[in-house]
């Protein structure tokens, strides 16, 4: 059935069942890369994307639930051409091996920055604490985080 | 120009390995071809390295595969620091069997050694091509041009670029080695820390993994897999799932069961319904655990002596020191379950997969599916990162097998976390045993046994198909043998020999034959372990001695390079000789060559330990590496860093668990990792050795990081851990 879904401020009508998750409608129907299957279980954060401003694990998330809320994925955070603070930074501090944790790193570190603009390592630390990283790149991740957040006032 | 002018290159193009050892054996017996650099040596034409393509931009080509290591940039600079181009011009092509040189697995952290000594030389060999045409065409002797950003200047201004030359620039032809790289003194690319190339997508949700690769008409398989290993399908409900909504194919063959829908849920709800329906019989009982290791040791071995040193006997007075090491099975588990696509066309087969080697799992599906390996195509896309043999190549065989019954549409198959957690191989479980001798503040004895079951169990074996799905099939076909690898990479037995002077030493590989869990490579292989079972064991000689560690090590060493690594992390870390810990603070050392011929890494660690939750947190690390000639700073210091981090949450958290009837580990509940608030926090020191050739460095802090953390324990407590992993249960044992 057609079920019409706001994605990264525009509204998209897909051919879905109620209870198809929300992540495969997104990478699948409307052919966004940014949110990634890690385990399916709300376990690993690969997944994660912003509802309403609220870090989400779409995994899990019937697109039943979503209903007239506004999804925002890490391709509506910014561009190549224009990227965001937390995009940038994460290139600046080259904060990746494989970079197949970054989606859920960046997307959940946008949901503290909103808000807590302003926090500590140990809090950047513990607002990560439940994205996991296989690759060994946590530290490079906090580093941009803090970056992002210092730019992030002056954009 | 067009005459049918036979050269032997074109002979080796156009015919054929066979005919070709015939015709030119009399000429093969006379003129062995030179020894080429790198890779060089097994794909000897130029033109399977790089093309210079007529906008002035240069394609590298390289049998290497990008596994989250950075390898593509590093490569990427190589070959543009040769060619006196602008990373920027430089395109890479990796890992296709249709276009790219074959240069087996992307394992070992041989990449650099291989890859890029091969793109050094080609490169180096097709700027001096490019001179050569350059000064034909203005008649001026090569040695007065310069290039810049790939265009050549006369000493009276006149100028070509690349991509004016490039279509005469004739690069089939065989390599000759014979025009020298760059002298270090110029390089502008080399040594830098450059961007890594893939970043910019992987931050914006551009397509960077074989996970967003779409096809026109594409399926969605899953497989069905059995309850346990070796389980065999009795009955199933085919009916109720070819009714289910959007499923397109149902396969069963033997043991194999799968299915491939329209759309990616309707795929999972139907390997739901069928593996409810399924019925099995079951498969044989796994290893008791809590008898492992006495049961593994007791399996058919295959033993070789790969170390025998007869030193003067011992001394009386020597001190003997025993010790039992042990690590359990250990996972990838990469954050990304394994992925690939597949589609078969008029009998041609195209797949794409995170493989670690195209090539290899090109021929294996080959002779798995009875086809002739020009008929497949193997194209690498990459992966969530990887660590070694994980399902990489089992989920590009299922995607072959769904796509061939799938009426030409391309099938995409991705593992469910649980799948790849149960069916992935694993690190092997090892014992490792060792007795020596101290006297005067010296080793004068040093025996090591280390009992391993296979760490090579990549597809590419001549004798057997090692693709998980072909051993359920009607027609199965087995894995390949459980097989003893050679000096110097050797596999169960890496880093088994320790480089230190030791004047007697017998060490002896046990190689199990057995598989009762399935392992493989994991990466640094037997490193891990065998550097934690050495290096703890250095600290009990030492500790038997009355020396401090690092001044234990030094007395040990010859390399001076060693010594310099060991000496720059003490600095770093601000060791003091002799410090101890309080009963929850402490730090220790750990140290290896990897491989004993790659690079050198020394690492620190402090641990802190809570007494009544026998938790170990490690709060701070130090290292200090020399790679050789350094490729790129920042890219070594994220895969040492790396290093380091994964093996802290391998040594801490991490074993498979299983019962007798099947793999419990099924996801991060049941195989818990590090997680971002435990990480310790790094500093990294680097020795850049600029004249020496660069040394394979992706796997080299592991077995330090372990070592370092076990002798750390030990320092904080005055007890030691030797059986891993280091959890709380075994932590509070050891302090009862
Ligand atoms: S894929 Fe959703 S949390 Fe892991
Ligand atoms: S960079 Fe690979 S999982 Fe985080």
Request: hydrophobic share 40%.
């Amino acid at each position: 059935m057609a079920i019409n879904v706001k994605v990264n401020g525009a509204t998209r009508s897909v051919n879905a069942e109620p209870d198809a998750p929300l992540l495969y409608v997104l990478r699948n129907d409307l052919e966004l890369n940014g949110a990634k299957y890690g385990c399916g279980v709300s376990q690993c954060g690969a997944c994660t994307v912003l509802i309403d401003g609220v870090a989400t694990r779409s995994c899990v998330t019937p697109l039943s639930r979503v209903g007239q809320s506004e999804v925002t994925t890490l391709e509506g955070l910014g561009t190549l051409a224009k990227l965001h603070p937390l995009q940038q930074a994460f290139i600046d501090e080259q904060a990746a091996q494989c970079g197949y944790c970054t989606n859920g790193m960046i997307m959940a570190a946008k949901a503290l920055l909103d808000r807590n603009p302003r926090p500590t390592e140990a809090q950047v630390r513990a607002g990560l604490a439940d994205h996991l990283c296989r690759c060994g790149s946590h530290n490079r991740i906090v580093r941009a985080v803090l970056r992002a957040a210092q730019t992030n006032g002056r954009i | 120009m067009n005459a049918p002018h036979l050269t032997r290159r074109d002979f080796t193009v156009g015919l054929g390995g066979i005919a070709l050892a015939f015709s030119l054996a009399p000429i093969a017996m006379t003129q062995q071809p030179p020894r080429l650099p790198g890779s060089l040596e097994t794909n000897r034409l130029l033109s399977a390295w790089l093309a210079i393509n007529a906008d002035g931009t240069a394609t590298v080509l390289t049998g290497k595969v990008e596994l989250g290591q950075g390898i593509l940039t590093a490569l990427s600079q190589i070959a543009a620091e040769e060619l006196d181009l602008p990373l920027a011009r430089v395109t890479i092509v990796s890992g296709d069997t249709g276009r790219t040189p074959n240069e087996g697995q992307t394992a070992g952290s041989l990449s650099v050694e291989a890859s890029g000594t091969a793109l050094r030389f080609a490169g180096a060999e097709v700027r001096a091509i490019l001179l050569e045409l350059a000064a034909k065409k203005f008649g001026v002797a090569v040695d007065g041009l310069k290039v810049t950003d790939g265009t050549i200047t006369a000493p009276d201004g006149r100028r070509v670029s690349y991509g004016e030359l490039a279509s005469e620039a004739d690069l089939k032809r065989e390599a000759t080695g014979k025009v020298a790289p760059k002298p270090v003194a110029q390089h502008r690319l080399v040594g830098q820390s450059s961007p890594r190339v893939d970043l910019p997508a992987k931050v914006t949700g551009g397509g960077a993994f074989v996970q967003d690769l779409r096809l026109p008409g594409m399926l969605h398989g899953r497989v069905a897999r059995p309850p346990q290993y070796g389980a065999q399908l009795e009955t199933f409900d085919e009916a109720k799932v070819r009714a289910m909504p959007g499923v397109v194919t149902v396969l069963r063959d033997g043991s194999f069961l799968a299915v491939a829908a329209e759309r990616e849920e309707q795929a999972i709800k139907a390997v739901e319904a069928l593996s409810a329906s399924a019925k099995w019989k079951a498969g044989p009982a796994l290893p008791d655990p809590a008898r492992l290791y006495e049961q593994l040791k007791a399996l058919p071995t295959q033993d070789t002596v790969i170390s025998n040193k007869d030193g003067p006997l011992l001394a009386s007075g020597a001190k003997v020191v025993e010790a039992t090491y042990r690590r359990p099975y250990q996972a990838h588990a990469a954050l990304g379950p394994s992925c690939a696509m597949a589609q078969m066309r008029d009998g041609q087969l195209t797949v794409w997969t995170h493989s670690q080697g195209v090539y290899p799992l090109r021929g294996t599906i080959a002779r798995a599916l009875g086809m002739k390996p020009p008929s497949i195509r193997c194209i690498h896309m990459e992966g969530a990162g990887c660590y070694g043999h994980n399902g990489a190549d089992d989920v590009a065989f299922d995607a072959a097998l769904l796509a061939r019954a799938s009426n030409g549409r391309p099938v995409r198959v991705q593992w469910t976390r649980a799948e790849e957690f149960m069916w992935e191989p694993y690190g092997p479980a090892m014992t490792m045993q060792a007795r020596g001798a101290v006297a005067d503040g010296r080793i004068v004895d040093w025996n090591y046994d280390v009992w391993s079951q296979a760490h090579n169990m990549r597809p590419g074996d001549p004798d057997g198909i090692n693709l998980l799905s072909s051993w359920y099939l009607a027609d199965a076909k087995p894995p390949g043998p459980a097989r003893q690898a050679a000096a110097p990479n050797f596999a169960g037995d890496r880093n088994a020999i320790p480089t230190y002077d030791l004047p007697r030493q017998r060490i002896t590989h046990h190689l199990i034959k057995d598989n009762p869990l399935r392992t493989s490579a994991l990466r640094t292989l037997g490193a891990y372990a065998n550097v934690f079972a050495v290096e703890s064991f250095m600290d009990e000689l030492a500790a038997a001695a009355g020396v401090d560690p690092i001044s234990f090590r030094l007395a040990h060493v010859t390399d001076p390079r060693e010594r310099a690594v060991i000496e720059a992390v003490a600095k770093a870390a601000n060791w003091k000789p002799g410090e101890k810990g309080n009963g929850v603070r402490g730090r220790g050392i750990g140290y290896s060559r990897y491989k004993t011929i790659a690079a050198y890494t020394a690492v620190i660690v402090e641990v802190e330990v809570d007494r009544a939750t026998g938790k170990i947190s490690v709060p701070r690390a130090w290292s200090a590496t020399d790679a050789g000639l350094i490729i790129s700073p920042d890219g070594l210091i994220n895969q040492i860093e790396g290093g380091i981090i994964q093996s802290a949450s391998w040594t801490l958290h991490e074993h498979v668990r299983f019962d007798r009837n099947g793999i419990t580990s099924r996801d991060w509940a049941s195989y818990p990792i590090m997680t971002m608030p435990d990480v310790p926090k790094i500093e990294n020191v680097l020795l850049n050795r600029p004249n020496d050739r660069p040394l394979g460095a992706g796997e080299a802090s592991q077995g330090p990081a372990v070592a370092a953390i076990a002798n750390a324990f030990a320092a904080a407590t005055g007890r030691r851990l030797r059986e891993l992993p280091f959890d709380p249960a075994r932590v509070k044992a050891a302090l009862a």
